[in-house]
Structures are given as structure tokens and as C-alpha cells.
T-cell receptor, first 115, second 114 residues
Framework: DAGVTQSPTHLIKTRGQQVTLRCSPISGHKSVSWYQQVLGQGPQFIFQYYEKEERGRGNFPDRFSARQFPNYSSELNVNALLLGDSALYLC??????????????FGSGTQLSVL | AQSVTQLGSHVSVSEGALVLLRCNYSSSVPPYLFWYVQYPNQGLQLLLKYTTGATLVKGINGFEAEFKKSETSFHLTKPSAHMSDAAEYFCAVSPYTNAGKSTFGDGTTLTVKP
């Protein structure tokens, strides 16, 4: 079975531009979470979507938005890019299970460079 | 609110030596606790997790961790390091029943010397 796939793998943008990152979860997984990982730091939670509805949002400005489609794939949009948005953006999917058996599966990420 | 502190951003051990990576957490609700490994240019891979029950958790690749509520710690250990263990390790905490909203520490880079 395919794992979590993200596209593109690398992206270079200039300040002020807009970017869309894409994520396809593992087949059957209904929850998708987005994380930002700045060099030298741990991933920071941006959004979680479950069954096409936003289930949580981290401490990020409104320039960041996301959505989930009927096939459970997801897009992360960032408007008005800043230099500080340069980071590895990770997508993770899971199949929420009762009894504490939920596991997150991460994609390899999209490396965004803002010049 | 939840937070994670990983003590030591870099740890270096000799091949065959004990690996000990430290993690302390803060959580206002019963936590889920995780350790992940990240190799260069890759996403994170789950090593092990604690939810409820047994406080000593065994994971993949010979790693284990012990949940100590009184010390709010979840340290990761491996009895004998291999060269292939060299990577970055992240401790994470999430609200009960929702691993998707995890809070991560800043990571510990493990170097294994021959």
C-alpha cells in the first residue's frame, strides 16, 4: 500500500507569492494533519482535518488555510509568503481508533524556500 | 496546554553503548506520548507510543521508553547502539485520543561513533 504522498517535494517562491501544497493520505485514513518544521526545530501543528471538517488549528496566522476533499486528500495554502515561512511542511494521516490505538503516518514533506 | 522538553540537542555514543534520550512533558490532561525518528530528507517514523496501561513501552529497532508520571518523563533507551541508529529523534505529546494534534520537542540528534 502507498504511504502518505506529498507534492511537490521542493518549491521555491518569492516573498508575497502564494503557494499550495498537496497531500494524499494512506487509503482509508480519514484524518489529515499539517505540520511546519523549521530547520533545527520540531514540527509545529498547523491544522487537522477529519471527515472534511477542521478539527483543530495551531497558532498560525490567517495567511495559512487548508481544506480536505471528499477523497480525504488535503491542500495547505499559504498566502503572502514571508521569508520565515521557509520550512519543511509535513502531512500526516491517521485512522482514528478507539482505545488509544491511533497512529500517525507522515509523508516525506514539501521543502518550501521563500526568497 | 501541552509542551515537551528534550534535554540535549545532540547526543553522541559509541557503537554498542547505551542510548539514552531524555524527554519531559507537560500536559493538563492524560497524555499520549510518542517517540519518532527522522532520517535526512524524510518524514517522521513512529518508534513507540504510550497511551494507557503498561508504563514500559517497547518499540521498533530495539528501542523502549518508560512513562514516569511522577517525574513527567518519557525517556527513550536502547541497550546497544548501531551505526544505523544515527538520526534525529523527536518526543511528542498529544491530547488523549487525538494523535493528530501532537506537540513536538525540538529534537535530539543522535551520533553513533564506530
Amino acid at each position: 500500500d502507498a504511504g502518505v504522498t506529498q507534492s511537490p517535494t521542493h518549491l521555491i517562491k518569492t516573498r508575497g507569492q502564494q503557494v499550495t501544497l498537496r497531500c494524499s493520505p494512506i487509503s482509508g485514513h480519514k484524518s489529515v494533519s499539517w505540520y511546519q518544521q523549521v530547520l533545527g526545530q520540531g514540527p509545529q501543528f498547523i491544522f487537522q482535518y477529519y471527515e472534511k471538517e477542521e478539527r483543530g488549528r495551531g497558532n498560525f496566522p490567517d495567511r495559512f488555510s487548508a481544506r480536505q476533499f471528499p477523497n480525504y486528500s488535503s491542500e495547505l495554502n499559504v498566502n503572502a509568503l514571508l521569508l520565515g515561512d521557509s520550512a519543511l511542511y509535513l502531512c500526516a494521516s491517521s485512522l482514528p481508533l478507539a482505545g488509544g490505538n491511533e497512529k500517525l503516518f507522515f509523508g516525506s514533506g514539501t521543502q518550501l524556500s521563500v526568497l | 496546554a501541552q509542551s515537551v522538553t528534550q534535554l540535549g540537542s545532540h547526543v553522541s555514543v559509541s557503537e554498542g553503548a547505551l542510548v539514552l534520550l531524555r524527554c519531559n512533558y507537560s500536559s493538563s490532561v492524560p497524555p499520549y506520548l510518542f517517540w519518532y525518528v527522522q532520517y535526512p530528507n524524510q518524514g517522521l517514523q513512529l518508534l513507540l507510543k504510550y497511551t494507557t496501561g503498561a508504563t514500559l513501552v517497547k518499540g521498533i529497532n530495539g528501542f523502549e521508553a518508560e512513562f514516569k508520571k511522577s517525574e513527567t518523563s518519557f525517556h527513550l533507551t536502547k541497550p546497544s547502539a548501531h551505526m544505523s541508529d544515527a538520526a534525529e529523534y523527536f518526543c511528542a505529546v498529544s491530547p488523549y485520543t487525538n494523535a493528530g494534534k501532537s506537540t513536538f520537542g525540538d529534537g535530539t540528534t543522535l551520533t553513533v561513533k564506530p
